[in-house]
């Protein structure tokens, strides 16, 4: 539930205000709302310093990346006076932050240690060097939501999806975190998934990418076309995660199976390079750092990759097709992405022609 604050009780425009971009907004309002439960604010040095040093908070509790909102020295100071501030978003205040500490940070060992590069190619070290320099911290109160908009229809708090999930009388439910639009591999993925679990929890990230990612009106008209067509009524919820991409590989699965705990979720599908970028991570990386995290109170679910078989006549893996490099077709986000940049139609037994028809109907699918 959104943290209620009457801005009847206090006149606003008599304490100091903050623009806030709307990303930063998306962020407070994931605080709000629980989906980055137990986070009640933007985190504090202490926290912060726990987060990047062992990714856990300073009470020892699992989280992985730090949610923070950097400002200039002059802000900072002016924040620290005020003691609350107003946040404003597109001229509209929207909500209250109640200030508990203002810190500096070590960008470069922010970057080494969540995303275990400093390579400035990667977007997420190239985000945290173009940071302010000063971190505020402290509790939020936000009072007025982002206006409707069609990429926000199927936005959900983790109570509404709670309820669901207990309307429609699921026990197991399992999370699948997408940043692309489906080909038949994520299909057979999930379906896989679907038929060892009572319920699919479909969660595509809407937010900022990175340059030739697919743009979130394409992935959502994609993901709704399929579920019409391929799934049966009821099985899955399609439920969209408005937040931005980090790319943090490792850290980042652990991230994003916290807010698919939040939701409801009992596991989450977690495949061979979750949430990675370029070649920054080892493919099993996202995998393996849950061993260090058995506190999590969802479980993972751990996939090969998959690919088509031409002498099996569909999908598997290594693990249960005998067949040789030269009878896979591999398949992926940037194989995907190439066809569809030349105008050329998937054949079926790689995208569905109804998605595929979806994505050639935009002149420009991609993120500039």
């Given at each position: 539930?959104?943290?209620?604050?009457?801005?009847?009780?206090?006149?606003?425009?008599?304490?100091?205000?903050?623009?806030?971009?709307?990303?930063?907004?998306?962020?407070?309002?994931?605080?709000?709302?629980?989906?980055?439960?137990?986070?009640?604010?933007?985190?504090?040095?202490?926290?912060?310093?726990?987060?990047?040093?062992?990714?856990?908070?300073?009470?020892?509790?699992?989280?992985?990346?730090?949610?923070?909102?950097?400002?200039?020295n002059e802000t900072a100071l002016k924040m620290k006076d005020a003691g609350e501030v107003s946040l404003v978003n597109n001229s509209e205040a929207f909500g209250v932050m109640s200030v508990e500490d203002t810190y500096q940070?070590?960008?470069?060992?922010?970057?080494?240690?969540?995303?275990?590069?400093?390579?400035?190619?990667?977007?997420?070290?190239?985000?945290?060097?173009?940071?302010?320099?000063?971190?505020?911290?402290?509790?939020?109160?936000?009072?007025?939501?982002?206006?409707?908009?069609?990429?926000?229809?199927?936005?959900?708090?983790?109570?509404?999806?709670?309820?669901?999930?207990?309307?429609?009388?699921?026990?197991?439910?399992?999370?699948?975190?997408?940043?692309?639009?489906?080909?038949?591999?994520?299909?057979?993925?999930?379906?896989?998934?679907?038929?060892?679990?009572?319920?699919?929890?479909?969660?595509?990230?809407?937010?900022?990418?990175?340059?030739?990612?697919?743009?979130?009106?394409?992935?959502?008209?994609?993901?709704?076309?399929?579920?019409?067509?391929?799934?049966?009524?009821?099985?899955?919820?399609?439920?969209?995660?408005?937040?931005?991409?980090?790319?943090?590989?490792?850290?980042?699965?652990?991230?994003?199976?916290?807010?698919?705990?939040?939701?409801?979720?009992?596991?989450?599908?977690?495949?061979?390079?979750?949430?990675?970028?370029?070649?920054?991570?080892?493919?099993?990386?996202?995998?393996?750092?849950?061993?260090?995290?058995?506190?999590?109170?969802?479980?993972?679910?751990?996939?090969?990759?998959?690919?088509?078989?031409?002498?099996?006549?569909?999908?598997?893996?290594?693990?249960?097709?005998?067949?040789?490099?030269?009878?896979?077709?591999?398949?992926?986000?940037?194989?995907?992405?190439?066809?569809?940049?030349?105008?050329?139609?998937?054949?079926?037994?790689?995208?569905?022609?109804?998605?595929?028809?979806?994505?050639?109907?935009?002149?420009?699918?991609?993120?500039?």
């Amino acid at each position: 539930m959104i943290n209620r604050f009457d801005p009847r009780q206090k006149n606003l425009d008599d304490i100091f205000s903050i623009a806030i971009d709307t990303d930063i907004r998306n962020d407070i309002e994931n605080i709000a709302d629980g989906i980055f439960s137990p986070l009640e604010g933007f985190v504090c040095q202490t926290d912060f310093e726990s987060i990047v040093n062992q990714g856990r908070l300073s009470n020892g509790l699992p989280w992985t990346i730090p949610i923070v909102l950097d400002v200039d020295n002059e802000t900072a100071l002016k924040m620290k006076d005020a003691g609350e501030v107003s946040l404003v978003n597109n001229s509209e205040a929207f909500g209250v932050m109640s200030v508990e500490d203002t810190y500096q940070f070590d960008k470069l060992k922010v970057a080494k240690e969540i995303y275990q590069t400093v390579d400035l190619q990667h977007p997420g070290v190239m985000k945290t060097m173009n940071m302010n320099d000063v971190l505020v911290g402290g509790k939020i109160h936000v009072f007025s939501r982002i206006p409707f908009s069609q990429s926000r229809k199927l936005r959900k708090t983790p109570s509404e999806t709670r309820n669901e999930i207990l309307t429609r009388g699921w026990k197991s439910i399992v999370g699948f975190q997408t940043r692309n639009v489906p080909h038949v591999a994520h299909e057979t993925l999930q379906k896989t998934a679907l038929s060892l679990f009572d319920g699919l929890f479909i969660n595509p990230l809407i937010g900022k990418k990175k340059m030739g990612d697919f743009k979130d009106e394409v992935i959502l008209q994609t993901y709704e076309t399929l579920l019409g067509s391929y799934y049966s009524s009821g099985s899955a919820m399609l439920v969209t995660l408005h937040t931005e991409m980090r790319y943090a590989g490792p850290k980042e699965a652990i991230h994003h199976a916290i807010m698919r705990k939040n939701f409801g979720c009992t596991h989450l599908i977690i495949g061979r390079d979750h949430a990675g970028v370029g070649d920054y991570y080892q493919p099993l990386a996202a995998q393996k750092i849950f061993n260090e995290y058995p506190d999590l109170d969802i479980e993972p679910v751990f996939f090969p990759a998959f690919y088509y078989c031409k002498k099996c006549r569909g999908y598997s893996s290594a693990k249960i097709c005998p067949h040789n490099s030269e009878e896979r077709e591999e398949l992926s986000g940037t194989k995907m992405r190439k066809l569809v940049s030349s105008g050329t139609m998937p054949a079926d037994h790689l995208m569905r022609p109804e998605v595929a028809k979806v994505i050639l109907s935009y002149t420009e699918p991609f993120v500039k």
